[in-house]
């Protein structure tokens, strides 16, 4: 335990969480070098800041933003600047230890009442993603774990659990990748929906993670990318992503996906997911539900990637997920842009749909590649 006044004491927790941080990204960048990884990280803890790339500019720009408070963390995943359920549950653990550092109390129950209201911030941001929630239970941990410690010590707790929890999403994204690798053949094309890279996930991907390790397998493959209204994320974010990575991409209209399935240009569609509940039905990107029934009619296999903290055991079904529902003005105006409707329609726009288990030929996680029957048995806590 560290000891000393309050002052020095913060001063030495804090040389020390610079140190650390030091460390873990020159060890991230050293082995992202070896590996030929380039993407520029989703999110990450810099200088006492949290850096997020700013996917509401994509394609057009590479903007990095530097939150300093938790305020501007909560905006950035509301306004979709940071998105994909990993990366959501990253961003918001990082979140929750940047807002650890700018409570100055020196008892531990009064540091512990502001932070579970930091949590409560970030909990009302979004609510179908799961690993948003996962990762505020983790920090939660924290606090419950520390509370015979000193405040600085449960501040510096804090950010290595929001960094832990940032390695691990990568390293659950690269072992997905190789799982789902095996179920892809050489030649093989590949029909995507939205965007579950290493744009949405604190690096590499799930959906986009096996499309990865394949082509890093020397495997000739090709994907075909669903533009995914009405955002977007698979005309400016998955299509830029494998264009930057090199491997071939052909971008579609979202009703253009039956057209390609019939025309026998599909061998495997694989997305991500944002909750998966016990019984296997899979919330995902709204339009997802549709590919899945175009693949069946079509004997095509859908498959869906997906780390362990997106799967809810304590959901039974899907039709307990909650959907969040946009605003009318992501349909009525294309990406903020121009009106392509009548202003004042009615507009209906849930962000996400449910996709029966029925559908899914099978879910890849890190633990394996698992029949919707099977979660419940295998992440049963």
């Given at each position: 335990m560290l000891r000393g006044t309050p002052s020095r004491l913060r001063a030495s927790v804090a040389s020390l969480l610079r140190t650390a941080e030091k460390d873990i990204v020159s060890s991230r960048e050293?082995?992202?070098?070896?590996?030929?990884?380039?993407?520029?990280?989703?999110?990450?803890?810099?200088?006492?800041?949290v850096r997020l790339l700013d996917q509401s500019q994509l394609p057009g720009r590479v903007e990095i933003l530097e939150c300093q408070d938790v305020e501007s963390v909560v905006s950035a995943i509301r306004s979709l600047q940071v998105r994909g359920?990993?990366?959501?549950?990253?961003?918001?653990?990082?979140?929750?230890?940047?807002?650890?550092?700018?409570?100055?109390?020196?008892?531990?129950?009064?540091?512990?009442?502001?932070?579970?209201?930091?949590?409560?911030?970030?909990?009302?941001?979004?609510?179908?993603?799961?690993?948003?929630?996962?990762?505020?239970?983790?920090?939660?941990?924290?606090?419950q774990d520390g509370c015979h410690c000193t405040v600085p010590e449960v501040q510096s707790r804090l950010l290595q659990e929001a960094l832990a929890i940032q390695r691990e999403d990568v390293a659950r994204c690269k072992t997905i990748g190789r799982r789902g690798a095996t179920l892809i053949k050489d030649g093989y094309r590949i029909l995507t929906h939205c965007n579950a890279g290493a744009l949405a996930t604190a690096g590499y991907g799930t959906a986009l993670g096996v499309v990865r390790a394949a082509w890093e397998q020397g495997k000739k493959i090709?994907?075909?990318?669903?533009?995914?209204r009405p955002v977007l994320?698979?005309?400016?974010?998955?299509?830029?992503?494998?264009?930057?990575?090199?491997?071939?991409?052909?971008?579609?209209?979202?009703?253009?996906a039956g057209?390609?399935?019939?025309?026998?240009?599909?061998?495997?569609?694989?997305?991500?997911a944002d909750r998966i509940a016990?019984?296997?039905?899979?919330?995902?990107?709204?339009?997802?539900?549709?590919?899945?029934v175009l693949a069946k009619a079509h004997g095509i296999p859908f498959y869906v990637a997906a780390p362990s903290s997106t799967i809810d055991v304590?959901?039974?079904?899907?039709?307990?997920?909650?959907?969040?529902?946009?605003s009318g003005d992501e349909v009525t105006a294309l990406n903020g842009g121009?009106?392509?409707?009548?202003?004042?329609?009615?507009?209906?726009?849930?962000?996400?749909?449910?996709?029966?288990?029925?559908?899914?030929?099978?879910?890849?996680?890190?633990e394996g590649v698992l029949s919707p029957g099977q979660i419940a048995e295998k992440f049963q806590s």
């Open positions: 050293k082995e992202d070098e070896r590996k030929g990884f380039t993407m520029i990280p989703t999110v990450e803890w810099k200088d006492g800041v359920a990993p990366a959501i549950g990253v961003t918001a653990a990082m979140g929750i230890a940047l807002g650890a550092q700018s409570i100055l109390e020196n008892e531990v129950s009064a540091f512990t009442r502001k932070i579970l209201a930091v949590c409560r911030q970030f909990a009302d941001t979004r609510p179908t993603a799961v690993n948003l929630f996962w990762a505020i239970e983790r920090m939660k941990g924290v606090l090709h994907v075909f990318a669903d533009e995914t994320q698979g005309a400016r974010l998955t299509a830029w992503e494998l264009m930057e990575d090199g491997i071939p991409v052909t971008l579609i209209t979202d009703n253009v057209t390609v399935m019939r025309q026998g240009k599909i061998d495997l569609c694989v997305v991500g016990a019984n296997g039905d899979v919330a995902n990107k709204i339009g997802t539900y549709s590919v899945a304590a959901t039974p079904d899907g039709s307990a997920i909650p959907i969040e529902e946009r121009p009106w392509i409707a009548p202003k004042g329609v009615a507009v209906f726009n849930p962000a996400f749909d449910v996709t029966p288990a029925e559908y899914v030929t099978g879910i890849i996680t890190e």
